[in-house]
């Protein structure tokens, strides 16, 4: 076995391990319970973090997409990749969650309203980007094509955004900056924004064994081609 | 409530999931990678 030191590692994933304790806290014994759904609204603090963290990695999907088509380079490729699959998770959580607090709520488990139609999209988009990922064995073309893929796709991400705002839909209008109807008790927005930053710091503790299992198979390629080239 | 358990426990199932994913993906790398570097050594000491 292969045992590397990874000090920044083990400290992100404790920090990340302590914040989320902190975040589970505060979202069960902090946050008041809110007045019209009662305990149910609670999946809000994981809910909207979640759509947070995955138009998080999309946008650094765009980014690292837009580096390697700029500069090439297979690091932006390979950064690019692990971001997607992590936002994909989590935009998968989002799309689970959400008709899991909907039922209650709203009576139904989906309805084909915008927000939630834009977001399944986006799912769609960036589940389609590993595909191609997967099924393109030409390294070069599939970090091209899924380069190109990872920058329109992204256009998906303001829409899914500014669709409550744009036009009518059964899914609640934004709590921040939303208007002068819009706003959180403070209790429950301190909890909001915990919650947002363990995602953000989960993002990165995940990104990092992500990148640590590319870099392994990237190794085991090298050690491949010089096994060709001795025997 | 039962709402509330089912969506938390869908987050933290998912997550553990990915990370069991990852942590069997990087040891069966790693043992390929000491396996390469094993039949290597033996390719340059012929």
């Known amino acids: 076995m292969i045992e590397r030191k990874d000090t920044i590692g083990t400290v992100l994933t404790a920090i990340t391990a ?3 304790i902190v975040s589970l806290y505060m979202v069960f014994l902090f946050a008041p319970r809110e007045a019209t759904m009662g305990d149910v609204q609670r999946i809000f603090y994981f809910h909207v973090p979640s759509a947070w963290l995955a138009f998080f ?10 580096l390697y ?11 690019a990749a692990a971001s997607a699959e992590i936002g994909v998770l989590f935009c998968t959580l989002v799309l689970v969650t959400g008709p899991i607090w909907a039922k209650p709520v709203w009576g139904v488990w989906w309805t084909w309203d915008a927000r939630l139609t834009l977001t399944l ?26 380069a190109v893929l990872g920058i329109i796709g992204f256009i998906d991400v303001p829409l899914v955004y500014f669709s409550i705002r744009w036009w009518r839909t059964q899914h609640p209008q934004p709590v921040m900056a939303g208007g002068d109807d819009s706003g959180l008790e403070p209790a429950m927005l301190a909890t909001l ?5 363990t995602f953000t710091l989960l993002y990165l503790t995940l990104l990092r064994y992500r990148l640590k299992l590319q870099a392994l ?5 090298t050690l491949q081609d010089r096994l060709e080239q001795a025997g | 409530m039962k709402w509330l358990f089912a969506a938390y426990a869908v987050i ?20 390929e ?5 094993a039949k290597l050594g033996n390719a340059d000491k012929k």
């Open chain 1, 18 to 20: 302590v914040a989320m």
């Open chain 1, 57 to 66: 990695a999309f946008f650094l999907v765009f980014v690292f997409s837009f």
């Open chain 1, 69 to 79: 088509l700029l500069r090439g380079g297979r690091r932006w490729d390979t950064l």
């Open chain 1, 121 to 146: 999209v986006l799912w769609l988009i960036y589940v389609a980007y590993l595909m191609l990922r997967h099924y393109m064995a030409d390294p070069e073309r599939r970090a091209t094509f899924a």
């Open chain 1, 193 to 197: 924004l915990v919650c947002i930053g």
């Open chain 1, 217 to 221: 198979r990237d190794e085991v390629d």
């Open chain 2, 12 to 31: 933290w199932l998912a997550v553990f999931l990915y990370l069991f994913d990852l942590a069997k993906k990087q040891k069966a790398i790693a043992r």
């Open chain 2, 33 to 37: 990678v000491e396996g390469l570097k």
